[in-house]
């Protein structure tokens, strides 16, 4: 996201049942310290259970050893997306796309530090409580979330 002061880069790690951004990081650049920070951010905010993966496209920031040690470490399989295509990666893509017009295109930010605040706010307030997903029957990510883990443990 443009600010006054330079760009603030975001990674995601978007659950694929809910569609809800269930981890995230932002910072002055994209590469692997920031990527790796998203994915720690996400076990700490959710369970990660058995058959959860990390999957990415093909990006320089997913390649080295730390972000591959950050995986082990949380027992997550790396999973990456075909070279140029864009669709194997949809729920991310579709997050941003989503962001950019409910949200940053409305915006003009002036630093980084309050475009970080104004992006975790609308992730955390609008984005899981509001903003209703086709994917999930036009309903909000948490409340998908809420009805898997009502039926799930009494299952």
């Known amino acids: 996201m443009s600010t006054s002061e330079r760009w603030l880069y975001l990674a995601t790690a978007i659950d694929r049942r809910t569609k809800e951004a269930i981890g995230y990081a932002m910072d002055d650049h994209y590469h ?38 950050t995986l082990k470490h949380l027992g997550l399989p790396r999973s990456a997306g075909r070279t140029g295509t864009c669709f194997d990666n949809t729920m991310t893509e579709s997050f941003f796309a989503a962001l950019k017009n409910e949200r940053v295109s409305r915006m003009t930010y002036l630093t980084r530090e309050a475009t970080r605040q104004d ?13 209703l997903h086709s994917a999930v029957g036009n309903r909000p990510p948490r409340e998908v979330h809420t009805e898997y883990q009502t039926l799930h443990i009494a299952a």
């Not at 951010?41 to 920031?61: M, P, V």
């Not at 992006?119 to 903003?131: A, M, N, Q």
């Open 32 to 69: 692997t310290p920031l990527t790796s920070r998203a994915i720690r951010n996400t076990a700490r905010n959710r369970k990660l259970t058995d058959g959860t993966i990390f999957h990415s496209d093909r990006g320089s920031n997913y390649r080295p050893a730390e972000h591959g040690e």
């Open 119 to 131: 992006i975790t706010r609308h992730i955390e307030s609008w984005h899981k409580h509001k903003h």
